[in-house]
């Protein structure tokens, strides 16, 4: 468990704890602070058991206190349980219990969980004995402590990814999902729950997906899924693509920095089998949609959050540009709850690398109630929006562990751009330039290459100025999405505060903030916009502001304009906002270094956000 919860260290959180059943009940040990605290707690205490619970906690309800730390037990010491989600309904839960005599030790909404379960259980009647001669009967059936899980879900309003335990059932975990997720490990002579795979792929690499409403149950002699309304399910056992040593760090410092030198191998795989046969389209075998289907599709609707939120825009400059769709971008979020009219036509696409995002599977969902086809592009493979979706396109980016999001990122951009393509080819693109478009595409990885070589360079750049505690990002089109995300980058691993604008926005109030203590990082376009983003430089340099230049090879900037020039390779036009993006990163990273942040564990951050 204990290396389990080491390999979720990546997706942020403030405490840590375990439960072994052992001896007729409960050793449970928790702490503030990381796994390895826990670590040194949990081998003072002799664990013998081979069943147990762990958990690290992301704070929502209550502070960041050893008593809020999961597992919690309910107060007749009956039942222990951990619990990702939120429990919306907790209040009137707690004073119902409260009545009943039951206790609370804990500010969290996952306590009442824990004491609904042993209300059930000890309301429960124990199973008749069998008569004489009569075969036992299922495990399942006479699950008195199965059923009191699923009496207790029953009673919930909100998520949860559960894994429970009662001292008085000790060869049985019960486990069950609504909106966070859960997946079943197959090992051998064991049986792993975790709510990511990468906890469990060092044990195996056979895993079931557990859908929302399912609950497993899993005994000493296997396992069963049902659903809350009692039906059954037959598993499904996947097989998990990718092995242990692709999530580990090698010979890199962080992860962060280890993906970002990943970009060109995940560029690659983005590609790989998806360009025609002629070489003047892509190829998407998962989208379940026909061109017939596509040539009535008259708007694009494109949501995620964060990050993918940004690849969304560039997928909407790419879009209207080359296949003269419009395109609408909404954060998940919002659009969840903005009740926006849509084109009858339309076509939902989400953006996620981990397919967990809530709010993205909420709008999702919300967009598949109305009736939209709605597809997904996604890293995790086995998702739950990758599932929930009506078809859609993987990244194979590979495992991405640092909590910044780099090739994730740029893996969604070339995706953008091969999708503009295909939809492109299908209406107004001709041959020619198809053949154009893709010969710029499969340059990518080398080019990536090559703009990673910048790394010195920007390592020098990121010492001098970093400290500075303000920055600007400013680009245009399809370049000011890589301006918002050059600033998320740096405000979320170096805690300095950044803004990411169109470049001509600029002068409408932000040029406020220009000082020598304030650098503007430019992003540099060719062609018909570039003399106005240099006459916006102009403007900066005015007021003494410094100057960081992300510029094509081939663009002349005029002699002293920026302080420091970043030079990236000339390329496709569509592809320029990958290779602009692959500076900021390394920018930030160096930045985060050099003022000693860590860099992995970025503070308050967690790595996929499944809750609301
Ligand atoms: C930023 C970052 C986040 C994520 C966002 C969505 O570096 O990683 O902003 O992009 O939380 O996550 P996914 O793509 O997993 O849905």
């Known amino acids: 468990m204990l290396e389990g919860l080491k390999r979720l260290e990546y997706r942020g959180y403030d405490s840590a704890g375990l439960a072994v059943l052992q001896d007729g009940g409960v050793t449970n040990v928790k702490s503030v602070g990381r796994v390895a605290n826990l670590a040194k707690l949990a081998s003072g205490k002799n664990l013998t058991g081979t069943t147990g619970i762990s958990h690290t906690r992301w704070a929502t309800h209550g502070g960041v206190t050893d008593a809020n730390a999961h597992p919690h037990v309910s ?5 222990v349980l951990v619990h ?10 707690k004073k119902f219990l409260l009545t009943k005599g039951y206790t609370f030790a804990s500010e969290t909404d996952t306590e009442v969980l824990a004491n609904l379960i042993a209300y059930h259980l000890a309301k429960e009647p124990a199973a008749p004995a069998p008569a004489p001669g009569a075969s036992a009967p299922m495990a399942d059936a006479s699950s008195r402590f199965l059923t009191a899980v699923r009496k207790t879900l029953l009673h919930v309003e909100g998520t949860y990814g559960i894994a429970v335990l009662s001292p008085a059932h000790p060869g049985e975990l019960v486990a069950a999902r609504k909106g966070s997720p859960l997946i079943l ?5 064991e049986h792993l729950i975790a709510s990511d795979v990468s906890a469990l792929v060092s044990r195996t690499q056979n895993v079931v997906y557990l ?3 399912e609950l497993v149950h899993v005994t000493g002699s296997g396992f069963t899924l049902s659903t809350l309304d009692l039906a059954d399910v037959s598993p499904v056992i996947d097989q998990v693509t990718w092995s242990v040593e692709d999530a580990e760090l090698g010979e890199h410092p962080h992860y962060m920095l280890k993906e970002i030198f990943e970009q060109p191998q995940a560029l690659e795989n983005a590609m790989r089998g998806r360009f025609s046969a002629d070489g ?7 989208l379940n949609l026909t061109p017939a289907d596509f040539r009535i599709i008259d708007r694009f609707v494109f949501t995620s959050c964060g990050t993918g939120w940004h690849a969304c825009l560039v997928a909407e400059h790419l879009i209207e540009r080359y296949a003269r769709i419009p395109v609408e971008v909404d954060y998940a979020s919002e659009f969840r709850y903005r009740n926006a009219p849509l084109d009858r036509d339309a076509l939902f696409f989400v953006i996620s690398q981990s397919g967990e995002t809530i709010d993205t599977l909420a709008a999702l969902r919300e967009a598949k109630r109305k009736g939209y086809k709605c597809m ?3 890293n995790v493979v086995g998702s739950t929006i990758a599932r929930e979706s009506d078809g859609g396109i993987y990244q194979h980016a590979g495992p991405e562990i640092g909590v910044a999001s780099t090739k994730a990122f740029t893996s969604q951009l070339l995706i953008a751009a091969m999708f503009a393509l295909y939809v492109a080819r299908m209406r107004d693109m001709s041959f020619s330039e198809g053949v154009e478009f893709v010969k710029g595409l499969k340059q990518v990885p080398d080019l990536a290459a090559r703009t990673l070589k910048l790394a010195p360079q920007i390592e020098d750049i990121a010492k001098r100025y970093s400290k500075f505690n303000d920055f600007l990002f400013l680009g245009r089109l399809d370049l000011f999405p890589i301006a918002l995300e050059g600033a998320l980058k740096l405000k979320e691993i170096s805690y300095i505060h950044a803004e990411g604008y169109p470049a001509a926005e600029m002068k409408h109030g932000p040029i406020a903030l220009i000082s020598e203590e304030c650098p503007s990082v430019f992003l540099v376009p060719k062609g018909e916009l570039f003399n106005k983003v240099v006459s916006s430089m102009q403007e900066i340099k005015a007021r003494k502001g410094l100057i960081i230049a992300i510029a094509p090879e081939s663009v002349e900037l005029p002699e002293g304009l920026a302080d420091e020039t970043l030079r990236i390779p000339d390329c496709h036009d569509a592809v320029l906002p990958i290779l602009a993006t692959i500076p900021v990163q390394l920018l930030s990273y160096h930045i985060a270094l050099a003022r000693g942040c860590d860099v992995d564990k970025p503070r308050n951050l967690a790595k996929s956000v499944t809750v609301e």
């Open 376 to 378: 997904a592009i996604c």
């Open 84 to 93: 990702n989600g939120v429990i919306e309904n907790y209040v009137a839960i």
């Open 185 to 189: 490990g197959v090992g051998e002579n």
């Open 211 to 213: 859908k929302d409403g």
């Open 75 to 79: 107060s007749d010491g009956q039942v």
């Open 280 to 286: 003047s389209t892509a190829n998407f075998g998962g």
